[in-house]
């Protein structure tokens, strides 16, 4: 089992930075590849980037290549991601989220393939 608690997520003008965190619980956090969603109001929950067990190997969405990092500490049991450049439609409730089996390099792997999700964090971008 593992358990996902997001912060971090808050407003912010366009053009703005936020970090997202996520602390996990249990021993074997580097076994797990995570990932960070989004689902705005009205939209189906989308992929916005995951990171490798190691933290070696990193794949985002077209939308915000470029402009958001995932990272991992695998020590603290933490994962984070760097939001710059936010744009307003960047607003929307993120997700971090783990799961087992092997990182596919280059893939999007679906949401309904991820095992454990946090609550959710807001973020809201303003123009």
């Known amino acids: 089992q593992v358990q996902l608690v997001e912060s971090g997520g808050g407003s912010a003008q366009a053009g703005d930075s936020l970090r997202l965190s996520c602390a996990a619980s249990?021993?074997?956090?580097?076994?797990?590849?995570m990932g960070w969603f989004r689902q705005a109001p009205g939209k189906e929950r989308e992929f916005v980037a995951d990171?490798?067990?190691?933290?070696?190997?990193?794949y985002y969405a077209d939308s915000v290549k470029g402009r958001f990092t995932i990272s991992r500490d695998n020590a603290k049991n933490m994962v984070y991601q760097q939001m710059n450049s936010l744009k307003p439609e960047d607003t929307a409730v993120y997700y971090c989220?783990?799961?087992?089996?092997?990182?596919?390099?280059?893939?999007?792997?679906?949401?309904?393939?991820?095992?454990?999700w946090g609550q959710g964090t807001q973020v809201t971008v303003s123009s």
């Open positions: 989220a783990a799961r087992t089996g092997y990182y596919m390099a280059n893939e999007m792997v679906p949401a309904a393939r991820y095992d454990y």
């Open positions: 990171i490798s067990g190691s933290g070696g190997s990193t």
């Open positions: 249990g021993r074997t956090f580097s076994m797990y590849v």
